[in-house]
């Protein structure tokens, strides 16, 4: 059974940092592509950053861009997410998903984890 566990959002200013962690059981973690994403209250789903199994490939969004910074550590299970100069616009439930890397692009990979907010007051 694959599991996905986010820790690390919280309530922070504007300009602000803040690093969030997915640790990840129940499968070869170094095998597949890891993201990020994000729904914010009464807005769709929306794809943040990416990276391929190696770590040797990212991709973000353009609102994030410059900003924030997606990379793992295989030997550990874990991907993270520092996010620096945080903005109000920020402010979301984020989620750390698993699978291949097209269908984690698209959102449409079946491997995800419960969400941690964060909020960033201006």
């Known amino acids: 059974q694959v599991q996905l566990v986010e820790s690390g959002g919280g309530l922070v200013q504007a300009g602000g940092s803040l690093r969030l962690s997915c640790a990840v059981s129940?499968?070869?973690?170094?095998?597949?592509?890891m993201g990020w994403f994000r729904q914010a209250p009464g807005k769709e789903r929306e794809f943040v950053a990416a990276?391929?199994?190696?770590?040797?490939?990212?991709y973000y969004a353009d609102s994030v861009k410059g900003r924030f910074t997606i990379s793992r550590d295989n030997a550990k299970n874990t991907v993270f997410l520092q996010m620096n100069s945080l903005k109000p616009e920020d402010t979301a439930v984020y989620y750390c998903?698993?699978?291949?890397?097209?269908?984690?692009?698209?959102?449409?990979?079946?491997?995800w984890g419960q969400g941690t907010q964060v909020t960033v007051s201006s």
């Open positions: 998903a698993t699978g291949r890397l097209g269908p984690l692009l698209k959102s449409t990979t079946d491997y």
């Open positions: 129940g499968r070869t973690f170094s095998n597949y592509a």
């Open positions: 990276i391929d199994w190696s770590g040797g490939n990212t």
